[in-house]
């Protein structure tokens, strides 16, 4: 099994501009999750989806983040537009045993300048 | 939200050593987890803890759940470089249906 793939592994980007991160769960997984870490506030839950459904999207920062779930395999996490302050590593995860054991992906660092 | 809280942040020990980390809350959970993450990596699942009490032992760490299922302890015998990483715990909050993790324990093996 190749595990949860993200790309790209790092984005560097201006302020302003959008920027798509881009999940694959490992086949067969229901939940997909979305996080965020920074040295400050540790690893954070943006959204996760059940069968390709949004459940919770409260720890989502603000209208310029927005995720997709188009199918079972594949998931986006845009900012639009991007700002200094959303640098950090994103990391989705997908898990088949439910909510709580879940498996990440390498992470996407993302820095905004 | 149920919160976790790790200690220490930060530990730095000789090769050999023995270690005991915590992760600590005021709050019950069903199921409590411990994640190892090393630099330029996600996250990786080493243990659920489920029942108040229990013990699991993985090669030279020990993990122990409370018995009132607020905290739990990871403990490492005769800790090795390889072990240096991130460790993560992580409640099953049930009511927020969600996990919860704690900040994490860094921890340094010096050779």
């Known amino acids: 099994d190749a595990g949860v793939i993200q790309s790209p592994r790092h984005e560097v980007t201006e302020m302003g501009q959008e920027v798509t991160l881009r999940c694959k769960p490992i086949?067969?997984?229901?939940?997909l999750f979305w996080y965020r870490q920074t040295m400050m506030r540790g690893l954070e839950l943006l959204i996760y989806?059940?069968?390709?459904?949004?459940?919770?999207d409260s720890g989502m920062p603000e209208d310029r983040f927005s995720a997709k779930m188009p199918n079972a395999s594949f998931s986006t996490l845009k900012i639009q537009p991007s700002e200094p302050r959303d640098s950090a590593v994103y990391f989705c995860?997908?898990?088949?045993?439910?909510?709580?054991?879940?498996?990440f992906g390498p992470g996407t660092r993302l820095t905004v300048t | 939200t149920q919160l976790l809280e790790q200690s220490p942040q930060f530990l730095s020990i000789q090769e050999g050593e023995n270690l005991t980390v915590y992760c600590n809350s005021s709050?019950?959970?069903?199921?409590l987890q411990w994640y190892r993450q090393e630099p330029g990596e996600g996250p990786v699942l080493l243990v659920t803890?489920?029942?108040?009490?229990e013990v699991k032992k993985l090669k030279r760490l020990t993990f122990q759940f409370g018995d009132a299922r607020k905290d739990s302890s990871l403990h490492i015998t005769a800790a090795q470089t390889g072990d240096t990483g991130l460790y993560l715990c992580?409640?099953?909050?049930?009511?927020?249906?969600?996990?919860?993790f704690g900040q994490g324990t860094r921890l340094t093996i010096n050779p």
């Open positions: 989806f059940n069968n390709n459904v949004p459940i919770d």
């Open positions: 803890v489920v029942t108040g009490g």
């Open positions: 992580a409640g099953e909050d049930q009511g927020a249906q969600k996990l919860v």
């Open positions: 086949s067969g997984h229901d939940y």
């Open positions: 995860a997908s898990g088949g045993q439910g909510l709580y054991e879940q498996y």
């Open positions: 709050s019950v959970f069903s199921s």
